[in-house]
Nanobody, 125 residues
């Protein structure tokens, strides 16, 4: 499975961006899809994830109420709508696919087997 992330850019504090990640080469609807991010000098961290059916979503506390993850299985695409952006949201954002993450591991990067190349999000104050 190949993942292609897009939609990053430079935005002011309080602004919005929508990231997209399109998959090819596999059965997209079978995978739990996640977004992670990595800021300079920091470890990669979990942001959000959505189950294969789109019925269950999970977020890290710092983005709850501001970010929304969704997917369109017909388009093999997962989205991350980011609103009310803050400077601390600045990072490279990665999409990832998991074949079998369970509830206790869905936030762990090691549960994801396919990764996109990352897209830069910069929030200026």
């Amino acid at each position: 499975v190949q993942l292609q992330a897009s939609g990053g850019g430079l935005v002011q504090v309080g602004g919005s961006l929508r990231l997209s990640c399109t998959a090819s080469g596999g059965t997209f609807s079978r995978y739990t899809m996640g977004w992670f991010r990595q800021a300079p000098g920091k470890e990669r961290e979990f942001v959000a994830t959505i189950r294969s059916s789109g019925g269950a979503t999970y977020y890290t506390d710092s983005v709850k109420g501001r970010f929304t993850i969704s997917r369109d299985n017909a388009k093999n695409t997962v989205y991350l709508q980011m609103n009310s952006l803050k400077p601390e949201d600045t990072a490279v954002y990665y999409c990832a696919a998991s074949a079998g993450a369970i509830l206790s591991t869905v936030r762990l990067s090691g549960s994801y087997i396919y990764w996109g190349q990352g897209t830069q999000v910069t929030v200026s104050s």
